[in-house]
């Protein structure tokens, strides 16, 4: 039988291990992937510390990948071969259930799926996966381009575009890092007067040239009362995982402004006064579907939104993926397959 190549944990905390495997064959429903490009995240962490309830292992991690359909299982007619694709973090959905027929396919109850947890991701050669969960890939970005895009950039993407805020809206962007160097400038090209907040004036340059209009810096300033002094903003997207800088920004919400989060914080504290004074609120966002991540890389060609990626083969995964949690990339790490 061909063999592939796979970066697997065998146990939780456990370190990669690059084996080979037999190319698995796709189900019904299933769609088989040639793997080209996989973006690190740090959601990967959940299956190499072994922090999500239920990891059968050994699993092979990774929800940003892109490459082409190789094959199709029975049943499958929305995907050929040699269509490029990608998949994300949302793995499927059972399309039945009361949140389902809702349209909050995040909230399935039955047979919710997460790409790399729930079943193998693209940390190798191949990967086979629900063709509800696969996404079409358009021309006008590179593999290595739109692997970031299937997790960080569906995730500022989306939740900004579902904000309510209107073009023109004050909107600040918390963090500068793998998620907020796209929020920023998805922000921009949304029409939004974009505020870039992150902690040290040598992120000003980066802030300005990703399109902010202003850059807050949140060592030396107090960033609510900054915000206030620009009128208060509509929305605050949150991108980093600490929650003491979410909490100092909440001040700077302007009237029914919102602080979004999509950094996976501990906790945070948040003063009930500035919610109801101001009837301000605090609201969390799941990245989305496939749908979700097509319009997102559709919207990333027509704007030029790029990721900024450090870019690495996928024997040198451990390498990599230290990188991203020593939190020095600038700004995504990208696996490559070279097949």
Known sequence: MPKMRAAQIARPGGSFEIVEREIPSPAAGWVRIKVQACGICHSDSLVKEGHWPGIEYPRVPGHELVGVVDAVGAGVTQWQPGQRVGVGWHGGHCGECDACRHGDFFGC???LKVTGISFDGGYADYVVAPSIAVAHVPEGLSAVEAAPLMCAGITT????RNSGARAGD??????????GHLGVQYAVKMGF????????QDKAALALKLGAHHYIDSQTQDP?????????????LATVTVGEAMSAVQGGLGLNGTLLIVGAAQSLTISPLVLILGQRSVKGWYSGTAADSQDT?????LSGVRSMNEVYPLEKVAEAYERMESGK????VVLTMGQ
Do not use: C, D, M, P
């Not at 990339?329 to 995504?332: E, L, Q, T, V």
């Open 109 to 111: 109850t039955v047979a």
């Open 157 to 160: 993407y989306n939740a900004l």
């Open 170 to 179: 004050l909107v600040g962007v918390l963090g500068l890092g793998g998620l």
């Open 193 to 200: 007067r974009t505020v870039g907040i992150a902690r040290g």
């Open 224 to 236: 609510a009362a900054e915000l206030q002094k620009l009128g208060g903003a509509k929305l605050i």
């Open 297 to 301: 890389l559709k919207f990333s060609v």
């Open 329 to 332: 990339a600038r700004f995504r």
